[in-house]
């Protein structure tokens, strides 16, 4: 689906089917007059009596086959005092799945409508614009490539933004533009996750990358299991010693023209392929959902795929490094023992009592590592961490830690703002570590029960330099969804917010 612009009013418009937002109890005049000037047979359409605009709602409007507007589209967005952002996000989703059932090859988006909507929410017609976009992109997305019989449905050919004025501004175009990469970015992270363990092998997840970056003339590089030896880095070897797959930590650097020489934004994102939990096994029920555990690693390639998508003409002021650390945790003779003990890449020793607490290994090493490797501005990593900040924060928000006050608000406003809740949790440090205390080495890779998303992440806290400016997103509650803007499966969760955090300006975010 491509997007483009349509301008000069109703009377210029044309599309298989235009959608337009009402709100409960509006009548015609009020919820779409510009289109209802144009489209004259709207004020009498039959359904209208029918259509009550309560949120999820929606009716097909028909007139005269001849009329360059013989079908509109009416998407309810509920009470008006009750819509937010994420009410129009559904709208839009449900909305675009319903014309691509309808097989419209055209689909419009009514403008003035649009720019009520956005008076009504309190956002910039702009913004606005950019999460129809992306509400659009996602909503139509669809994980089918193992399906024998596919729909025969196909999506929309053309996405019209329908604009009164006689000119489309710049900042509604680069909020488009925006969107439509941020788009493709979630859509990737998506496929990745989704992806079965035995297609999206560590191996595979670094090929996938390469070709990302040799798209975008991006660097690349993957450090095998002689490569991460020689770094020193034991305790992500020692998650990935009972698999027969190789672990792959793979590394993508971008770095826009004038941006040379800059400290980085470097991005860390968790990359367990499949994790079986090793010999401390998981249950068997769900065990299947453990094929995401990369999700981490999929929103760091994510987020480079939407910086190629923009580049060169929108480039953010520093280089981005992603660095995504895959592996696989399985159990078998070689495997890591509860009990084990291993010294990490910053040289602390961990003993391992849980090999299902593998990801802050991995996670641990690779952190080091970049530190070294890089320098970073600014560090953050993303990772399916823990089940207990699915209990704290509920099924569709991530925990955020930071040692950095500024750097965790930015990332907190970014992810509320776009749709990617999350919310800032304590760094208890001397809690943390004494739960993580051992008797045999320097700390223990899982601690007690209570606090347990807090002490992972006191856990990565030691393998962070002092005075770096380090956020650390737990998302083992968001990674997974069904609702209109995501098709059951992956979300690609954090690409968004990630993508935020890259756009520098001397500490600035993008907006």
């Not at 935020?500 to 600035?508: F, I, N, R």
Request: charged share 25%.
């Amino acid at each position: 689906m491509d997007i483009r612009f349509q301008v000069g009013g109703p009377s210029h418009w044309k599309a298989d089917a235009v959608m337009t937002f009402v709100f409960e109890g509006e009548g015609v005049e009020q919820a779409c007059s510009a289109l209802a000037q144009n489209a004259l047979w709207l004020g009498i359409a039959p359904a209208w009596r029918d259509f009550r605009g309560r949120k999820g709602e929606s009716v097909m409007f028909y007139g005269p086959q001849a009329m360059e507007i013989s079908r509109v589209l009416g998407v309810g967005l509920g009470k008006a005092e009750k819509a937010n952002m994420t009410v129009f996000r559904h709208a839009v989703g449900t909305a675009v799945r319903r014309c691509r059932e309808y097989d419209l090859e055209t689909v419009g988006i009514d403008g003035a409508s649009l720019a009520r909507v956005a008076r009504t929410l309190g956002v910039s017609f702009d913004a606005l614009v950019r999460e129809a976009v992306i509400a659009a992109f996602l909503g139509l997305y669809r994980y089918d490539r193992w399906k024998s019989e596919k729909s025969d449905h196909e999506d929309p050919r053309s996405l019209f933004l329908m604009l009164e004025g006689e000119f489309v501004e710049d900042a509604v175009r680069a909020q488009a533009r925006m969107a439509e990469a941020e788009a493709r970015g979630v859509m990737l992270a998506r496929d990745a996750a989704n992806d079965p363990a035995n297609v999206m092998t560590p191996s595979a997840f670094a090929e996938k990358a390469r070709s990302v970056a040799s798209k975008y003339g991006m660097a690349w590089r993957a450090l095998g299991p002689s490569e991460l030896k020689a770094e020193g880095m034991n305790a992500y070897l020692a998650v990935a010693r009972g698999s027969a797959e190789e672990p792959r930590m793979v590394v993508m650097e971008y770095t826009p023209r004038g941006a040379e020489g800059r400290n980085p934004v470097v991005l860390v994102g968790k990359g367990l392929c499949f994790d079986s939990g090793g010999i401390s096994l998981k249950p068997a029920k769900g065990m299947e959902e453990m094929k995401g555990d990369m999700s981490g690693a999929a929103a760091v390639l994510g987020v480079m795929e939407a910086l190629g998508q923009l580049a060169p003409s929108v480039a953010p002021k520093r280089p981005v490094v992603g660095v995504m650390a895959c592996a696989e945790n399985m159990p078998d003779g070689h495997a890591t023992r509860p009990g084990d003990i291993v010294i990490a890449k910053n040289g602390k020793s961990v003993e391992i009592v849980n090999t299902d607490a593998e990801g802050r290994l991995v996670l641990a090493d690779a952190l080091a590592w970049a530190q070294e490797a890089y320098d970073p501005f600014r560090l953050v990593d993303i990772a399916t961490l823990t089940g207990a900040c699915a209990v704290a924060l509920g099924l569709d928000a991530a925990g955020l830690f930071a040692s950095d006050d500024a750097l965790a608000a930015a990332l907190h406003e970014a992810g509320t703002r776009l749709g990617e809740r999350n919310w800032r949790l304590p760094l208890w440090t001397d809690a943390g570590l004494a739960a993580l205390k051992s008797s045999c080495a320097d700390m223990v890779n899982s601690g007690i029960r209570e606090g347990g998303a807090i002490n992972a992440a006191v856990f990565l806290q030691q393998f962070v330099r002092e005075g770096v400016a380090w956020a650390h997103i737990d998302m083992a509650a968001a990674d997974n969804a069904d609702n209109p803007i995501n098709a059951k499966g992956a979300t690609g969760f954090g690409v968004r917010t990630l993508l935020s955090a890259v756009w520098d300006d001397e500490g600035e975010m993008l907006q």
